[in-house]
């Protein structure tokens, strides 16, 4: 360590190390709770108690599918609270330390927005009546309204339940449009190659040809690969901005005006609106359409894949073609205004059961509404610091600048994805790696607003530190984490769905 910054020597990153090294210790793997006791409990078994319980003839369900005896592990609460506390330590999550997983936005969840959705009056039943969920409805309508604002469109859909889910909700929106407008004949959409692979599984889904488009050598928009791609056959441009090295479009005006010429519509991928909140309005860009990622902009968390919330926002020639039921003011009168669920006229139909993933919907709405105009402006501009600033503390290059919410930078020589298993080692969550493709064994950071700069040298530290390592640790990372490389190419292919006792060989 002595020939390194002394960055590199944060005993706090040693700290980490150490903890979890005490969780290997004593064996890498925390029993099943039938296995840490192997005694029983007996539960029913119609055994005098006069209860109208299902094992006493009371079930609908055939005998053979109803079981009058339930084996129970005889545990105390402690040790049932060990061993869940045991469990939440053997992962890392956005409550052990930083995630900076580029493109992601792993930020921490505020547990007030928790709290708000775990109202009993969040979780009113869908089928009720609307005169009975008027304040529902209204929130539904104010999240539309807010989401409009931010975004700079006319209307919105809080259907889709993931952003992938509201790119090809925007999608089949341009599509009806283009329909509607006896321009059916357009097949073609527009994707930038460094762009989110969601964008180009989304328009093949919606039906369209997938037109790859190049990156110029400063990382962005390369306008004449994109002249050269749009003719009468174009449907779309696919664009987030900034884009996925972090660099916003300057030309987004120009590249506006050439997509509306030739009669195609402007996609707005919204994973990236952390870095824009407050400042600039993708509407405002010349974007047409647009999905918000509210699981990443707007607390929730998502990792392990869900759930999530991905509402598309149109500008107003696209409205009647949105999604069905959308919530609006019925108007009955100013002072105490109603809300009503209304079909826009040429929906393309429904995309999820209900409202989508209300209470997700609940969160968002909670967290914007607590910060309000001005916490949304710091969120950005913080977020934007925190990734200059961390970018300037670590010895990989970052080939390129100015970047704003996040930044790519390359491993080098070092393979990217050995890099992330090594972070592991040292208490800290690993960016993403290896995408995009234009910059050799990438990794793509975010560190988002919520990290104080404490945080941040600790990041800093475990890049640095491993920037400084040899391949052979490397390829051996992780060390210190309960479980090592997992071969995940098995646990795709041939999972094992059933439980099986520790040490049994049956298949
Ligand atoms: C996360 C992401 C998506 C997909 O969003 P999900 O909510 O995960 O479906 C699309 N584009 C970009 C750039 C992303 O980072």
Redesign the pocket.
Same mark, same amino acid.
């Given at each position: 360590m002595s020939d390194r910054d002394e960055n590199d020597a944060d005993p706090r990153a040693a700290q980490v190390r150490y903890d979890q090294a005490r969780y290997v210790e004593n064996g890498e793997y925390e029993p099943l709770l039938s296995e840490k006791d192997q005694t029983r409990v007996e539960i029913g078994g119609g055994d005098g108690d006069d209860g109208d319980d299902s094992a006493d003839g009371g079930s609908p369900l055939p005998d053979d599918l109803t079981r009058d005896s339930l084996e129970l592990p005889e545990l105390s609460e402690p040790e049932l609270a060990r061993h869940y506390t045991r469990l939440s330590q053997m992962i890392y999550g956005i409550d052990s330390g930083p995630y900076p997983l580029g493109?992601?936005t792993m930020k921490y969840n505020p547990k007030f927005t928790e709290d708000v959705a775990a109202l009993p009056k969040a979780a009113v039943h869908p089928d009720r009546s609307e005169r009975s969920t008027q304040g529902t409805l209204e929130l539904m309508y104010r999240l539309q309204d807010y989401l409009g604002r931010i975004g700079g469109m006319d209307a919105v859909t809080l259907q889709p339940p993931? !952003?992938?889910?509201g790119?090809f909700v925007g999608i089949r929106v341009a599509a009806a449009y283009h329909e509607h407008n006896g321009e059916g004949h357009r097949d073609e959409v527009i994707i930038p190659e460094s762009a989110?692979g969601?964008?180009f599984a989304s328009a093949a889904l919606g039906g369209y040809d997938v037109v790859s488009l190049p990156s110029d050598d400063g990382g962005r928009v390369d306008l004449e690969a994109l002249e050269a791609a749009l003719s009468e056959n174009t449907a779309a441009l696919m664009l987030?901005n900034p884009n996925?090295l972090g660099l916003f479009e300057r030309d987004i005006e120009e590249i506006a005006e050439m997509v509306h010429d030739v009669g195609g519509l402007l996609y707005y991928?919204g994973?990236?609106l952390n870095a824009l909140l407050g400042r600039a309005r993708p509407g405002d860009m010349g974007f047409d359409v647009m999905h918000y990622?509210v699981?990443?902009t707007f607390a929730t968390p998502h990792g392990g894949g869900g759930p999530?919330a !991905?509402p598309v926002g149109v500008v107003d020639e696209l409205a009647p073609f949105l999604p069905a039921p959308r919530v609006r003011e019925n108007g009955e009168s100013e002072s105490e205004p109603g809300y009503e669920l209304f079909d826009p006229e040429h929906t393309i139909g429904k995309v999820h059961g209900y409202q989508g993933n209300w209470l997700v919907l609940v969160k968002a709405f909670a967290y914007i509404a607590r910060l309000g105009d001005e916490g949304l402006t710091d969120a950005s501009a913080t977020a934007v610091l925190n990734a200059n600033y961390l970018a300037s503390r670590i010895e990989y290059e970052v080939p390129y600048e100015p970047f704003h919410h996040e930044f790519v930078a390359s491993a080098g020589g070092q393979d990217a994805a050995d890099v992330a298993k090594r972070m592991l080692d040292y208490g800290v969550h690993p960016p993403t790696t290896k995408w995009p493709e234009i910059v050799p064994e990438a990794l793509m950071t975010e560190p988002t607003e919520v990290e104080g700069k404490g945080t941040l040298d600790r990041l800093a530290a475990a890049f640095n530190a491993v920037a400084g390592e040899d391949d052979e640790t490397l390829a051996d990372a992780p060390e210190r984490t309960t479980a090592r490389r997992i071969d995940q190419t098995s646990a795709a292919r041939s999972p094992r769905l059933s439980w099986q006792a520790l040490g049994s060989d049956e298949e």
């Open positions: 493109s992601c993931a !952003g992938a889910a790119e989110h969601t964008n987030t996925t991928d994973a990236n990622n699981h990443k999530g !991905g």
